[in-house]
């Protein structure tokens, strides 16, 4: 069995071989003049080695033709990085079609969406037959990016990469038009039911003012509900007093609790208001703090403006306007006078200035410690949220209402009156507060006092009905006609 031979060297590549060789030689032998040697370059001592250890000449061929590799592969990999202009345009050009689409589709779905709620066939019908023919240009660009894969210079897509960005483009703004339409309309949806619910809870409310009114008679304002100028008669107004003087006690007896929390003595206190009037009943004190609140509170209640700079403009108010007032503040809430804007405006404005005419500082620190609520009333920044300034501040709503109830009857058809100290007692002008058949100021049963010893109520005239005031008879006071 025969060995096998090696094949025979290629001659051409030898022959290239020796070419180097010669070269090299050349390169790193000098030739100046005397035919010296020279020194052999750095560059070429690595390949002067592997010469040298190389045995034979294919190895030759191979170390020399190592360089000419590198070179012809570095050029190959520059010529793929750099596509030709065409092949560039067609791939931008492809995907800008790619996106257009896409942004079609998400349109049409947008508006496939809405076309549901309320149901619009034709509308339905359009996004739909949308929706197919984007899909069938996304098959076309599809074929396309294969054809040009397998084809580098096939044609690219149907429309450039500028219009496809163009369409693109509209597609989003027309999708961001059917979102808004559809937000749009789910806003006056919700407005809908807003004015719906607001509805019926007013209707809950007038209901349960006449339920109010039906076990508490004269104790609410469900009889003025519907109310208009040319109904208007002084039995509206007597409801509306009846009403305010209900929250006026609130207040006192909320303020009661309060100094005897602070440990006053009210005996002391009433005493101070009303000085040798009271009786010796400890239930009448109550009636010396209505007195002091009730004359805070109605103070000015004769002028238009209730002699504040703020409501000046309410002087040239006529009856009409004051009526559109209350019946606009009839039944607003606490809550609403106490947000930003119910703090500047005229109720706001009254609330603070009889707040700080009623309260005295040092009443306030004593009941709550510091004046930080004195601070915020007179800031204008705010009210306070406790129990104490919202008793207060529903009885001054209640004056307030009753103060453009009485100018809703003409400048000329009211008063307000209170009877003097010491006065005889009158039925046709006032009313006892007092029980009838209760001991005299000795104390001794049957001595009844018939002199007015201060007024709790101020007494109102309504066109020709004459409201009784309500005052506290004493007997330490001289009579008078």
Not at 122 to 139: N, P, R
């Given at each position: 069995?025969?060995?096998?031979?090696?094949?025979?060297?290629?001659?051409?590549?030898?022959?290239?071989?020796?070419?180097?060789?010669?070269?090299?030689?050349?390169?790193?032998?000098?030739?100046?003049?005397?035919?010296?040697?020279?020194?052999?370059?750095?560059?070429?001592?690595?390949?002067?080695?592997?010469?040298?250890?190389?045995?034979?000449?294919?190895?030759?061929?191979?170390?020399?033709?190592?360089?000419?590799?590198?070179?012809?592969?570095?050029?190959?990999?520059?010529?793929?990085?750099?596509?030709?202009?065409?092949?560039?345009?067609?791939?931008?050009?492809?995907?800008?079609?790619?996106?257009?689409?896409?942004?079609?589709?998400?349109?049409?779905?947008?508006?496939?969406?809405?076309?549901?709620?309320?149901?619009?066939?034709?509308?339905?019908?359009?996004?739909?037959?949308?929706?197919?023919?984007?899909?069938?240009?996304?098959?076309?660009?599809?074929?396309?990016?294969?054809?040009?894969?397998?084809?580098?210079?096939?044609?690219?897509?149907?429309?450039?990469?500028?219009?496809?960005?163009?369409?693109?483009?509209?597609?989003?703004?027309?999708?961001?038009?059917?979102?808004?339409?559809?937000?749009?309309?789910?806003?006056?949806?919700?407005?809908?039911?807003?004015?719906?619910?607001?509805?019926?809870?007013?209707?809950?409310?007038?209901?349960?003012?006449?339920?109010?009114?039906?076990?508490?008679?004269?104790?609410?304002?469900?009889?003025?509900?519907?109310?208009?100028?040319?109904?208007?008669?002084?039995?509206?107004?007597?409801?509306?007093?009846?009403?305010?003087?209900?929250?006026?006690?609130?207040?006192?007896?909320?303020?009661?609790?309060?100094?005897?929390?602070?440990?006053?003595?009210?005996?002391?206190?009433?005493?101070?208001?009303?000085?040798?009037?009271?009786?010796?009943?400890?239930?009448?004190?109550?009636?010396?703090?209505?007195?002091?609140?009730?004359?805070?509170?109605?103070?000015?209640?004769?002028?238009?403006?209730f002699n504040l700079s703020s409501s000046a403009d309410r002087s040239a108010w006529d009856q009409r306007r004051f009526f559109e007032e209350f019946s606009d503040l009839?039944?607003?809430?606490?809550?609403?006078?106490?947000?930003?804007?119910?703090?500047?405006?005229?109720?706001?404005?009254?609330?603070?200035?009889?707040?700080?005419?009623?309260?005295?500082?040092?009443?306030?620190?004593?009941?709550?410690?510091?004046?930080?609520?004195?601070?915020?009333?007179?800031?204008?920044?705010?009210?306070?949220?406790?129990?104490?300034?919202?008793?207060?501040?529903?009885?001054?709503?209640?004056?307030?209402?009753?103060?453009?109830?009485?100018?809703?009857?003409?400048?000329?058809?009211?008063?307000?009156?209170?009877?003097?100290?010491?006065?005889?007692?009158?039925?046709?002008?006032?009313?006892?507060?007092?029980d009838d058949d209760d001991d005299g100021d000795d104390g001794t049963a049957g001595a009844r006092p018939t002199a007015v010893g201060f007024t709790v109520v101020p007494g109102f005239r309504v066109g020709k009905t004459l409201i009784q005031c309500k005052v506290y008879?004493?007997?330490?006071?001289?009579?008078?006609?």
């Amino acid at each position: 069995m025969e060995t096998a031979r090696p094949a025979p060297p290629n001659f051409g590549s030898l022959a290239k071989t020796f070419t180097k060789i010669l070269r090299l030689r050349r390169a790193a032998t000098g030739s100046g003049g005397g035919g010296g040697v020279g020194v052999a370059p750095e560059e070429c001592k690595p390949i002067m080695e592997k010469l040298k250890l190389s045995g034979n000449l294919r190895e030759y061929s191979t170390m020399l033709s190592e360089p000419h590799k590198d070179e012809d592969g570095k050029q190959q990999q520059q010529r793929s990085l750099k596509l030709s202009s065409k092949d560039k345009e067609a791939m931008e050009s492809l995907l800008a079609n790619l996106f257009a689409s896409v942004s079609a589709i998400k349109a049409a779905y947008a508006q496939l969406q809405v076309a549901q709620s309320p149901y619009d066939p034709d509308s339905i019908q359009s996004a739909d037959k949308a929706v197919v023919s984007e899909l069938k240009h996304l098959s076309v660009l599809k074929q396309s990016y294969l054809k040009n894969k397998l084809q580098p210079h096939a044609p690219p897509p149907s429309q450039s990469a500028l219009a496809a960005q163009i369409q693109e483009q509209h597609s989003l703004l027309r999708t961001y038009q059917i979102t808004t339409k559809k937000l749009e309309a789910e806003l006056q949806l919700k407005d809908s039911e807003i004015l719906s619910l607001q509805a019926e809870l007013l209707a809950s409310k007038k209901q349960n003012r006449v339920l109010e009114a039906r076990l508490h008679p004269g104790r609410s304002l469900a009889a003025l509900d519907d109310l208009h100028l040319s109904g208007l008669n002084p039995t509206h107004f007597l409801t509306a007093l009846r009403f305010t003087v209900k929250s006026i006690r609130s207040f006192v007896k909320l303020t009661v609790r309060e100094m005897e929390s602070a440990g006053w003595d009210l005996g002391a206190a009433a005493g101070s208001i009303q000085p040798d009037v009271l009786r010796r009943k400890p239930g009448h004190r109550i009636f010396a703090f209505e007195s002091f609140v009730c004359q805070k509170m109605f103070s000015d209640f004769h002028r238009r403006d209730f002699n504040l700079s703020s409501s000046a403009d309410r002087s040239a108010w006529d009856q009409r306007r004051f009526f559109e007032e209350f019946s606009d503040l009839q039944f607003v809430s606490l809550k609403q006078v106490f947000d930003r804007k119910g703090q500047n405006s005229a109720l706001g404005k009254f609330l603070r200035a009889k707040y700080l005419s009623l309260v005295h500082p040092k009443m306030e620190a004593s009941f709550f410690g510091d004046l930080d609520q004195r601070a915020l009333v007179s800031s204008g920044r705010g009210f306070p949220e406790s129990a104490f300034f919202a008793g207060f501040a529903e009885m001054a709503r209640r004056v307030w209402l009753l103060h453009c109830l009485f100018f809703s009857f003409g400048p000329e058809e009211g008063s307000i009156f209170q009877a003097l100290r010491g006065t005889r007692f009158s039925e046709v002008y006032m009313e006892s507060v007092a029980d009838d058949d209760d001991d005299g100021d000795d104390g001794t049963a049957g001595a009844r006092p018939t002199a007015v010893g201060f007024t709790v109520v101020p007494g109102f005239r309504v066109g020709k009905t004459l409201i009784q005031c309500k005052v506290y008879l004493s007997s330490r006071v001289g009579g008078r006609s």
